[in-house]
Nanobody, 123 residues
Framework: QVKLVESGGDSVQTGGSLRLSCAGSGFTSNTYSIGWFRKAPWNEREWVASIDRLETPHYADSVQGRFTISKDSAKDTVYLQMNNLKPEDAGMYYC?????????????????WGQGTQVTVFA
């Protein structure tokens, strides 16, 4: 059974940094994309970043230059380094895996989701 577990969420001051982890298990293929999405109470769920099956990173415009996604293939773990955090970055962060399609930002194409990790950014 494929499972994803996020960790690393915390409460930080504006301008601070966090590193989120997404640990995967039960993967039956080493060809997949992992995406990070976030959901704030005042917003719809939005795509943040992905690393695709070619291990190419992709970022939403709102986080480009501040966030870095990386992957440890040996551990099936993906990291999201978040720097210069802003209040608008706050929310529940979810990682998800897409084994089937080439899309890396469309939530409907991701098959398995983690339970989320909370990020709070205060002024």
């Amino acid at each position: 059974q494929v499972k994803l577990v996020e960790s690393g969420g915390d409460s930080v001051q504006t301008g601070g940094s966090l590193r989120l982890s997404c640990a995967g298990s039960g993967f039956t293929s080493n060809t997949y994309s992992i995406g990070w999405f976030r959901k704030a109470p005042w917003n719809e769920r939005e795509w943040v970043a992905s690393i695709d099956r070619l291990e190419t990173p992709h970022y939403a415009d709102s986080v480009q230059g501040r966030f870095t996604i990386s992957k440890d293939s040996a551990k099936d773990t993906v990291y999201l380094q978040m720097n210069n955090l802003k209040p608008e970055d706050a929310g529940m962060y979810y990682c998800a895996v897409n084994f089937r399609t080439l899309y890396w930002s469309l939530a409907d194409h991701f098959e398995v989701w983690g339970q989320g990790t909370q990020v709070t950014v205060f002024a």
